[in-house]
């Protein structure tokens, strides 16, 4: 059962301190619980639907269709991201400055961020998938009772670390608060970078770059729970291959890049302004 | 030749090469068993990419998973699935099914 639990929890923790974070950052939006909700049974729906086509999928493309399932599912969530990094949060954090508000980077329900919502509901599709799968499997074997008693402690202990991190961040004063969440969704959009980095070299479709770098499992194993969380939260990983750096640091040079950008492009006076 | 057909025969012959460097690359195979992988050393050429083939024969899902090749991937029961490792310089590589990591142990030997 313990085993069982381990794993689960493993699967859920990076969408659920996703889920944590965003729900800090979209804290004093109208309506935000049920949009969120709406979020997770979306992802979670799919996660169904996915599992159950697993064994299609798998055979697709010459046993490489679920790395190209993935590396699309990934490459949305990326494409989300960014987007919503560089243009929705900017323009979020222009208004709210305008109204002299206190800075709530989404505006006060002036605009919803759907992108975001796309991005929550991909992370509980992707390791939602992966759950079921591995819970179906193991609950046609011997005892069905602990494996899903394992598996609820699992996905109960991944929630659990998700509301630490967002009881954690709602302590945070709101202006350092976006702040932090700002970095924390920059470094969650590098992670899935470097995963879609991974998928793409597995399935053979880049193949640059493909030695890992360094391995630093003696510092930083990536089985104990400081690794398991640095992995889940900002993509830690213990062996990265050349690629994977290389769309890390790229994912975080076009954040830092495109904010830049934009905010001097807000600053500089274009026509009349009311 | 118009600068079409120019195009169009490079693109034909570009194809091909890359279909018979698919053909010629080194393939490897395991099998998934009871929850164990055979062979459970497993030798493959070392600095050429390498497309390994992992059939599981069992009724559970299994998820091959290695840190050191730098790979992790869900493979349902009765399928197979393709992974391309390396190219790899010359050691040994751990693997293990993440999903029954008591028996499901391996190494991929590059040489």
């Known amino acids: 059962m313990l085993g069982v639990a381990i794993i689960v929890f493993r699967e859920t923790l990076e969408a659920a301190l996703f889920v944590g974070i965003i729900a800090a950052a979209t804290r004093s939006l109208h309506g935000r619980s049920a949009w969120l909700g709406a979020g997770v049974v979306l992802g979670a729906a799919g996660a169904l639907i996915l599992a159950a086509a697993a064994g299609h999928i798998s055979a697709l493309a010459d046993g490489v269709g679920q790395d190209l399932v993935n590396a699309a599912i990934l490459s949305i969530a990326l494409a989300m991201l960014i987007w919503h990094c560089v243009w929705v949060s900017n323009q979020g954090a222009q208004a709210a400055a305008d109204a002299r508000a206190l800075g709530s980077a989404f505006g006060r329900g002036r605009r919803k961020p759907w992108a975001l919502l796309v991005v929550v509901a991909l992370s509980v599709l992707r390791e939602g998938a992966e759950t079921v799968l591995f819970v179906a499997g193991y609950a046609s074997g011997s005892d069905q009772g602990s494996t899903l008693a394992g598996a609820l402690v699992g996905v109960v202990g991944g929630t659990a670390v998700g509301l630490l991190l967002y009881a954690g961040l709602a302590r945070v004063p709101v202006r350092q608060m976006f702040a932090v969440t700002n970095v924390l969704v920059q470094l969650f959009a590098a992670s899935i970078a470097s995963q879609l980095a991974r998928a793409l070299a597995q399935a053979g479709v880049l193949n640059a770059w493909g030695q890992t770098l360094w391995d630093s499992s003696v510092w930083l194993s990536m089985e104990s729970p400081v690794g398991t969380l640095v992995h889940a939260l900002a993509g830690y990983e213990a062996q990265p291959t050349g690629l994977q750096l290389a769309f890390y640091a790229l994912t975080l040079l076009l954040l830092l890049g495109g904010t830049r950008w934009v905010r001097a492009r807000q600053r500089a006076p274009v026509g009349p302004v009311s | ?111």
Do not use: W
């Not at chain 2, 990419?49 to 024969?57: A, E, S, T």
């Not at chain 2, 399928?79 to 190219?87: D, E, L, Q, R, Y």
């Open chain 2, 1 to 111: 030749m118009t600068r079409l057909h120019f195009l169009v025969l490079t693109l034909l012959t570009a194809s091909a090469m890359t279909a018979s460097a698919r053909a010629a690359e080194p393939q490897a195979q395991l099998v998934i068993k009871n929850h164990q992988f055979t062979p459970a050393e497993l030798k493959v050429p070392a600095g050429q990419r390498v497309k390994l083939l992992v059939h599981n024969q069992d009724l559970t899902p299994e998820e091959f998973e290695s840190h050191d090749l730098n790979r992790e991937k869900v493979i349902p029961a009765g399928s197979t699935a393709t992974i391309f490792i390396g190219p790899l310089k010359p050691g040994r590589y751990s693997f293990i099914g993440e999903f029954h990591p008591d028996s499901a142990q391996g190494l991929v030997v590059a040489e």
